[in-house]
């Protein structure tokens, strides 16, 4: 008798413990998630597009990151109010039909590229290398190079960098990146090429960093004398 009531009392203990574990183990899930929601819901009480400086003073940049490396979904900075939307295609949310993105992809702030220096009228494109980040997160990158393309025929050119902190950082340019990871290029320019579908986009080739640096100041100084003064 007084063994089942040993054995009683050691299962009862187990289960209380068990509960309790888990318990405290969702309440630090909770409590993770919690801290994580609050800096992403921080972020997007403000304008990605002008709340943010586009330069730092040791020449990285900041990224507002739009579409998540690996993902699909085609969301962009709204030019009215600087939040990150869905975009619509024919009352539809737009999906990329192909792989996801093989880098994070963004804007830079305060940037606009019209169509003669290269762009679409929208600040600048920039597809970042690194480990994926929550959609509406600004992150510090360094730039590396620019990829040259033709979107059924019109200019759309694409910047490269790498994110501060990742693995990739201490890579300074396009070349260094095919010396120390071969294909990541290839990668790159195979996906743009194709993800709108066959014979859509075409390539012209890359430029480096220096290029890209041009393209950027160019974005900056249209942006300080086109949208900056009506505000």
């Given at each position: 008798?007084?063994?089942i009531i040993f054995y009683i009392f050691i299962t009862l203990t187990f289960i209380t413990y068990?509960?309790?574990d888990n318990s405290n183990e969702q309440v630090n899930q909770n409590i993770s998630k919690s801290d994580t929601s609050s800096l992403f819901l921080e972020n997007n009480r403000k304008n990605l597009l002008t709340d943010f400086v586009p330069l730092f003073d040791d020449g990285d940049i900041n990224v507002v990151v739009e579409i998540p490396s690996g993902t699909v979904d085609k969301w962009e900075?709204?030019?009215?109010?600087g939040q990150v939307k869905w975009e619509m295609v024919d009352n539809k949310p737009r999906v990329v039909d192909y792989i996801g993105y093989p880098g994070n992809y963004g804007m830079i702030p305060q940037t606009i590229l019209p169509k003669e220096l290269g762009g679409d009228g929208d600040p600048l494109d920039v597809l970042v290398l690194g480990s994926p980040v929550e959609r509406g997160t600004v992150i510090k990158c360094k730039l590396i190079?620019?990829?040259y393309l033709l979107d059924r025929g019109e200019q759309d050119d694409k910047l490269i960098a790498v994110q501060s902190g990742s693995s990739l950082y201490h890579v300074n340019s396009l070349e260094e990146l095919d010396s120390n990871y071969i294909g990541i290029s290839t990668i790159i320019q195979t996906w743009f090429t194709n993800y709108k579908g066959p014979n859509k986009m075409k390539s012209k080739g890359f430029d480096n960093t220096d290029k890209a640096l041009e393209i950027l100041h160019s974005a900056i100084?249209?942006?300080?004398?086109k949208i900056a003064p009506s505000k």
């Amino acid at each position: 008798m007084k063994k089942i009531i040993f054995y009683i009392f050691i299962t009862l203990t187990f289960i209380t413990y068990s509960c309790t574990d888990n318990s405290n183990e969702q309440v630090n899930q909770n409590i993770s998630k919690s801290d994580t929601s609050s800096l992403f819901l921080e972020n997007n009480r403000k304008n990605l597009l002008t709340d943010f400086v586009p330069l730092f003073d040791d020449g990285d940049i900041n990224v507002v990151v739009e579409i998540p490396s690996g993902t699909v979904d085609k969301w962009e900075v709204d030019k009215t109010d600087g939040q990150v939307k869905w975009e619509m295609v024919d009352n539809k949310p737009r999906v990329v039909d192909y792989i996801g993105y093989p880098g994070n992809y963004g804007m830079i702030p305060q940037t606009i590229l019209p169509k003669e220096l290269g762009g679409d009228g929208d600040p600048l494109d920039v597809l970042v290398l690194g480990s994926p980040v929550e959609r509406g997160t600004v992150i510090k990158c360094k730039l590396i190079g620019v990829l040259y393309l033709l979107d059924r025929g019109e200019q759309d050119d694409k910047l490269i960098a790498v994110q501060s902190g990742s693995s990739l950082y201490h890579v300074n340019s396009l070349e260094e990146l095919d010396s120390n990871y071969i294909g990541i290029s290839t990668i790159i320019q195979t996906w743009f090429t194709n993800y709108k579908g066959p014979n859509k986009m075409k390539s012209k080739g890359f430029d480096n960093t220096d290029k890209a640096l041009e393209i950027l100041h160019s974005a900056i100084n249209e942006y300080k004398f086109k949208i900056a003064p009506s505000k």
